[in-house]
């Protein structure tokens, strides 16, 4: 009976021990912009996806330190999701998990 208490709890760390990433689909994006308001929640970039617009606060990999305003629109393949995106105005939020030109 020891062995087959051993063995069930051998057979959970192996199921559940390790974990692997659920797959993250890159999906076909667009940078329009850099968001200029002047406002306490504002900033971050704009992005469109499909026909949605949605501000992003940062980008992954100091990816836009080198965005320059003669580069937009940029064409980019991103992973995101809003998983705990927090936000004080009516902008649809999103993070940006991970990125690269198209």
Do not use: H
Not at 13 to 22: I, N, P, V
Not at 63 to 84: C, E, S
């Amino acid at each position: 009976m020891k062995k087959l208490v051993v063995l069930f709890f051998c057979g959970l760390l192996a199921a559940f021990g390790c974990t692997k990433d659920s797959p993250q689909n890159e999906v076909d994006a667009e940078i329009t912009g850099f968001d200029m308001r002047l406002c306490a929640c504002c900033g971050g970039w704009w992005i469109r996806v499909g026909n949605d617009t949605a501000r992003a606060a940062t980008l992954p990999d100091n990816f836009g330190d080198n965005i320059d305003a003669a580069d937009l629109p940029m064409a980019v393949k991103i992973v995101y999701d809003t998983n705990g995106v927090i936000t004080c105005t009516t902008d649809k939020m999103i993070n940006v998990r991970k990125i690269r030109k198209r």
